[in-house]
């Protein structure tokens, strides 16, 4: 059974909801009557909430601001042991009095049945009262039953093949699923962590800006450690450069086009992108940033040495530059990358540190 409301949205469309019970029950509903008066409206509402006390009621509240009115009326409902389920748009209004509430939050919808004004309930009895809210989108929800310009079309029924057909349709509506619970942290980042915490930041003269650190070659754990402590100290974002990309090809020469789950030289990635591509160490430390509250991301550079870094620093804002103990010391490939410390220096035009 469709219970969505016509997108004529007049009021003509409660008859099509008619038309549809008729054709899903094979018969005409039985001891139903229409209504468009609000405050009969109210009146039924009143009179089906008394008569559902002990047993099972479904009610469609529209949003959680209206619930929260009626957190002494609904609290004293599941007192009294009634099974209450409640649809609305928002969150559950914070009350110990509705802790046994069955909760549904909703999507905003104008059309979809659970969004409307709703009441019904098979035990004790077989009742139900539908009515949809029919005017302007934008005010849909807002505001009582009495409000100006607020116009309503229903009906009343006690049929038990309506309401049967009604809690189905209710009770189908998804339960929120509960928040998934945080992800084990990694030893390997749990490590990183508590060396971090015992790494000492050099006194630096920084530039405003990123913490950018270079990895994927030589002693990058030492590199990170240093450039972390730096960030956390000096309250900066890290940006982790993964230089094990450099090479013939361009990391992003694939064919997954400008996609979110893909990296871009235009941005930087989470670890969940560092995962997906293979790159175990960036992993940890994007990891390990993340839970001392960094704010980081990984970049693959499109060119190799310091002319790798400085574009990462122009793109993202480089304030200084931290780079594994090895560069102390380059070997001639790494000079023919620009890497020695002087040139480096120039180029970048911030300071450098080299972990020790």
Do not use: C
Not at 107 to 115: F, I
Not at 228 to 248: N, P, Q, T
């Amino acid at each position: 059974m469709d219970w969505t409301f016509p997108e004529a949205n007049d009021d003509a469309g409660i008859f099509e909801i008619g038309r549809r019970l008729a054709v899903e029950l094979g018969r005409a509903p039985d001891v139903t009557r229409f209504t468009y008066d609000a405050r009969e409206m109210l009146r039924t509402t009143r009179e089906i909430e008394r008569a559902s006390r002990g047993g099972r009621l479904l009610t469609g509240f529209q949003t959680a601001a209206k619930l929260a009115v009626e957190i002494e009326r609904y609290g004293k409902l599941l007192d009294a042991g009634t099974k209450l389920t409640v649809f609305a748009t928002g969150a559950k209004p914070a009350s110990p009095k509705l802790e046994a509430l069955d909760y549904r939050e909703l999507q905003p919808d104008t059309r979809a049945l659970a969004n409307q004004w709703v009441l019904a309930s098979d035990d004790p009895e077989q009742l139900a009262f539908v009515s949809y809210e029919l005017g302007d989108p934008a005010q849909f929800g807002m505001g009582g039953a009495a409000t100006v310009g607020k116009r309503f079309v229903g009906f009343v029924s006690d049929d038990p093949g309506v309401v049967a057909l009604l809690i189905t349709a209710l009770d189908g509506v998804a339960r929120p699923l509960p928040p998934p619970a945080p992800p084990v942290p990694s030893a390997t980042a749990v490590s990183l962590i508590s060396a971090v915490n015992e790494t000492s930041a050099p006194q630096v003269d920084m530039a405003d800006g990123s913490v950018v650190i270079a990895v994927g070659r030589d002693d990058d754990r030492r590199a990170f450690l240093v450039g972390a402590a730096i960030a956390r100290k000096h309250h900066r974002s890290m940006i982790l450069v993964d230089r094990s990309a450099e090479g013939f090809s361009s990391p992003y020469g694939d064919l997954r086009g400008d996609h979110p789950d893909r990296p871009s030289p235009d941005r930087l990635f989470s670890e969940d992108v560092a995962r997906r591509e293979g790159r175990g160490p960036l992993v940890a430390f994007l990891e390990a940033a993340r839970l001392m509250e960094i704010d980081a991301g990984g970049w693959f550079p499109v060119k190799s040495g310091a002319d790798g870094l400085a574009e990462a620093g122009q793109r993202f804002g480089g304030g200084i530059y931290v780079l594994p103990p090895e560069a102390a010391k380059p070997g001639l490939a790494e000079r023919l990358r620009g890497m020695k410390l002087d040139q480096l220096t120039a180029q970048l035009k911030a300071p450098v540190i080299v972990a020790s």
